[in-house]
């Protein structure tokens, strides 16, 4: 694997872990709706996820990590709809998405 392409896939793990952090081992809606710094912290980690995919795709646009195109997409709608957030969905990505995501970076950099 090139060494861009790990770096990369490194400061996913980085941010996923960091998101894992800011929740404490708590899964908690209401906690994550009430703490706007939480919220915020968590948009940022998900916006470097989706930057570190998007450089990923343009030096392998065939990288095959499941729903790739997503997370850049989901990046790009944090990034420039930031007053339109829907907290559900972004609470749904880190409920569902974020542990998935975790196994496959955690199996492509073992």
Known sequence: M???IRKNLYDIQTSINSIE??????????????????????E??????GEAMN?????DSGFELVDARK????RNWVIHNYDKIDDV???GIISKNIPALKKQIDKLLC
Do not use: C, P, T
Request: zero cysteines; proline letters at 0%.
């Open 2 to 4: 090139e060494l861009e």
């Open 21 to 42: 952090e800011y929740l404490e081992g708590k899964r908690d809606f209401n906690l994550y709706l009430s703490n706007k710094l939480l919220r915020r912290g968590i």
């Open 44 to 49: 940022r980690e998900l916006e470097i996820i």
């Open 55 to 59: 450089r990923i795709l343009k030096i």
């Open 71 to 74: 997370i850049v997409n989901l």
């Open 89 to 91: 969905i972004i609470w």
